[in-house]
């Protein structure tokens, strides 16, 4: 479900401003003002929208479409035909995201659910409140680029540019561009579909190059920060269980998880993956240690099977299990620091056969789930972690970039990884979704432009085009329809 906070500052913001609004044009002595400042500024109030439009950016609009025409129409051609392709592709797409949600709503398999390339975003329930700026500032930019992409195909056509604006609907923020509509309608298909088909092209470059910059990331910041050599922790949150005085604490570089090599936050995510999968990993002990730290305790079992050997109410003692020549099954309680600070992990016995000393292999016997996991992070003493694995994920945020010289920020490399991630994401996914054959999105004046410049000689009745055309664009607005209802129901009713 939607967070009832959320909902209450939507509504409550959005409702002010309405009152505010026909408070002010019903006012005998404000409204000729208040309409002539609206007017003056460009600004325009509906419910749940609002919007500003501005003749300032004309000029500069007008110097980009008469750049290089040459360039741009070769530019904007392309563009076309990638728009064309799109159109066809966000089907596609649409339709096969429409039956994986099906599928996931009758199987209910989470496999499925991750596959899905498309997936309704709300702000606060899929997506944490602290991404929120990442979310509208990506959202914001896609547009704005999208946008210039019509502005600049349309005055390198010769249509009239009015002006550009931004507009806010309901908590999304977006752009538009106001274009001379009988120039729009007097110049050819071919040319229209430049015009249409530029705001989705602009969003894939846009796309693809926020990937360029996001895989050259190491070698634009190198000279900056290094890479290679840990995860640097940027972030542990309070509730998390590696929050403590033996803990993990920001600036810190982990090394290390168990046996496993961490040289970024790729690695990072990985050894805990394979950790969770895996069965506990066991440690080297040697055999007069172990009868040393050991110490009797009542064995018995858990509910799901596993045995538990120590006093419910130590937070340093551990149930470890061991064999030796006799017995295959022992369990002995054990100060989990001391025992395995130091020692070498291990899956047998023969493991740790070195050196001639004799030492066996014992193996933290804890619940299905959980996991003791040795996080080396020097030059501080080992974190051991006990619990759920996507726990220490979850609550604490790393990255693999380490400053150069201790002025330079730890979070910066972290903003600029993440916006690129999100203008990948939401740029992509506008391209897609404007291309598709729907009503009052570019799918729409893609495709009628597609029909009268393909369809002109073969359907000669421009009424039975655009009756073919109503139809498509029927089809494509309930296949749209239909993923964003199931997907928006997945997300807050589930």
Not at 53 to 62: D, E, G, K, P, S
Not at 225 to 251: H, K, Q
Not at 335 to 363: G, H, W, Y
Not at 392 to 398: D, H, I, N, P, R
Request: proline share 5%; aromatic share 12%; glycine share 6%.
């Amino acid at each position: 479900m939607i967070p009832i906070p959320v909902v209450v500052c939507v509504l409550g913001g959005w409702s002010v401003i309405y009152l505010a609004d026909t408070l002010l044009r019903s006012s005998s002595s404000l409204k000729a003002s208040y309409e002539d400042w609206l007017m003056s500024y460009g600004l325009s109030i509906s419910p749940f929208h609002m919007r500003w439009q501005t003749a300032l950016f004309n000029r500069l609009f007008y110097s980009w479409g008469r750049w290089k025409p040459r360039f741009l129409y070769l530019w904007f051609s392309i563009g076309m035909v990638f728009g064309i392709v799109a159109m066809f592709g966000s089907v596609v797409l649409l339709g096969k995201t429409l039956i994986q949600t099906l599928t996931l709503m009758i199987t209910e398999a989470p496999a499925v659910q991750n596959d899905r390339m498309l997936q309704v975003v709300v702000p606060g329930v899929n997506l944490p409140i602290s991404q929120l700026t990442y979310f509208f500032t990506a959202i914001l930019i896609s547009g704005v680029i999208h946008e210039v992409g019509h502005g600049v195909a349309a005055i390198r056509e010769q249509v009239r540019f009015n002006g550009f604006g931004i507009f806010i609907f309901i908590v999304y923020p977006g752009a538009f561009v106001d274009l001379f509509t009988t120039h729009l309608q007097l110049i050819s298909p071919v040319q229209q579909l430049r015009i249409f088909c530029a705001g989705v092209w602009h969003n894939f470059v846009l796309g693809v190059a926020s990937l360029i910059v996001l895989f050259l990331l190491p070698a634009i910041l190198f000279p900056f920060y290094y890479t290679g050599v840990g995860a640097l922790v940027t972030e542990v949150t309070e509730d998390s269980p590696a929050n403590g005085p033996r803990g993990l604490f920001v600036g810190d570089l982990v090394t290390h998880l168990q046996d496993c090599s961490v040289r970024g936050v790729e690695d990072w995510n990985s050894c805990l993956g394979e950790i969770s999968q895996k069965t506990q990993i066991g440690y080297c002990i040697n055999a007069a240690t172990l009868q040393q730290l050991s110490f009797p305790a009542r064995v018995y079992r858990r509910l799901d099977g596993t045995v538990e050997c120590c006093s419910n109410s130590s937070l340093t003692d551990v149930c470890f299990s061991y064999s030796n020549n006799l017995d295959s099954h022992l369990y002995t309680c054990l100060p989990a620091r001391k025992a395995i600070e130091a020692s070498q992990v291990c899956r047998t016995n023969m493991d740790c056969q070195k050196d001639f000393v004799p030492s066996l292999c014992v193996t933290p016997s804890l619940e299905n789930q959980t996991r003791l996991i040795r996080v080396k992070h020097p030059p501080h003493v080992d974190m051991l972690f006990v619990g759920h694995p996507m726990h220490l994920q979850y609550t604490v945020s790393l990255s693999s970039f380490v400053p150069r010289h201790n002025f330079l920020s730890i979070d910066l490399p972290v903003v600029i990884e993440t916006m690129c991630k999100y203008l990948i994401s939401l740029s992509g996914a506008l391209a897609v979704i404007n291309a598709v054959p729907c009503f009052a999105l570019d799918g729409q004046w893609i495709l009628n432009s597609f029909l009268e410049a393909t369809l002109a000689s073969l359907i000669v009745e421009k009424q039975n085009r655009e009756l073919v055309g109503f139809l498509i664009l029927l089809a494509g607005s309930a296949l749209l329809a239909a993923n964003v209802a199931l997907g928006l129901w997945m997300v807050t009713a589930r």
